[in-house]
């Protein structure tokens, strides 16, 4: 009877160790985790560093990890985060270390805690999943140190520093309003003036070129009279263009000069030279006094 009982104590036994085996998903040589922090009591202006470390057996391409976890804390807050990973070849065998660090700063007195750490990986190429788990780590940290106490007099250094401060604010700013009185004073060119530049800087630049300056002529007038009245210029044909300035309230002979000048230079800017020769220095006068 007593054998019995043993033997039945004994397969006992290797079952539960049997079971205790196949459920630690982290086994001797193939992966592990570690966690250090570099101190255990702190002042509050310091900084707390705290290194996690996965270890296993093979190379980088064996095991997949999910995004880089934030621990839980107390009395601390994570002000910065690294990972790196790396392969060494020891007696013949790959061994690959993969290392999380995080820098946390106190943002209270007494004792700070980082919460364990979860790490989810996927084993390749069988696809299993698994789950790594730090400990719980604790630092003492301190008051914060006590602000030198001010006196009741101020330097003079620091009077006379302030005096010119403030004259020199005063300055600044009147030297802004008078900068923008003038602004003011200066009339903003009308829509007629910047054309009448922009054909005289067309007359320089063209010379002789009876191409280029026709060409640039032709957009010198759309965007006068996208400017003028919003019509869209943009892809539309010239007849197009001309159909919506009849909608505008300009008077139609001012409308034939433009619808005339528009026709000349799209015919010259195709095939130039089949005008006379004189048609540049008249359209530039007639320019002129339309725009007068």
Not at 24 to 33: D, Y
């Amino acid at each position: 009877m007593k054998h019995r009982n043993l033997n039945k104590l004994s397969i006992i036994y290797l079952v539960l160790a049997f079971i205790g085996v196949i459920s630690n998903p982290v086994l001797a040589g193939e992966i592990s985790l570690t966690g250090t922090v570099d101190r255990t009591e702190m002042a509050f202006e310091d900084r707390l560093n705290l290194e996690l470390q996965i270890r296993w057996q093979g190379v980088i391409t064996d095991y997949t990890f999910e995004i880089m976890p934030l621990p839980t804390t107390e009395n601390l807050k994570v002000v910065g985060t690294s990972s790196t990973i790396s392969s060494t070849l020891e007696d013949g065998v790959d061994y690959t270390t993969r290392s999380f660090k995080y820098s946390l700063q106190p943002t209270g007195s007494g004792i700070g805690a980082i919460e364990p750490v979860t790490f989810n990986y996927v084993s390749l190429p069988d696809s299993i999943p698994g789950q790594l788990t730090t400990q719980r780590f604790t630092v003492q940290i301190a008051k914060p140190a006590a602000r030198p106490q001010e006196t009741g007099t101020v330097p003079y250094i620091i009077i006379y520093v302030t005096i010119l401060v403030i004259i020199a604010a005063v300055v600044a700013v009147i030297i802004i309003i008078r900068k923008k009185r003038a602004a003011r004073a200066v009339p903003e060119p009308s829509l007629e003036d910047k054309f009448r530049d922009q054909m005289e800087t067309l007359k320089k630049e063209a010379g002789g070129d009876r191409q280029l300056f026709f060409t640039r002529f032709y957009r010198l007038i759309l965007l006068y009279l996208e400017s003028k009245f919003g019509i869209k210029t943009a892809g539309k044909t010239t007849a197009l263009i001309l159909a919506n300035l009849e909608k505008t309230d300009m008077p139609p002979e001012r409308q034939e000069k433009i619808a005339g000048w528009l026709k000349q230079a799209e015919q010259e800017k195709f095939a130039p030279g089949r005008g006379t020769p004189g048609d540049v220095m008249r359209i530039i006068t007639e320019v002129d006094d339309f725009l007068r």
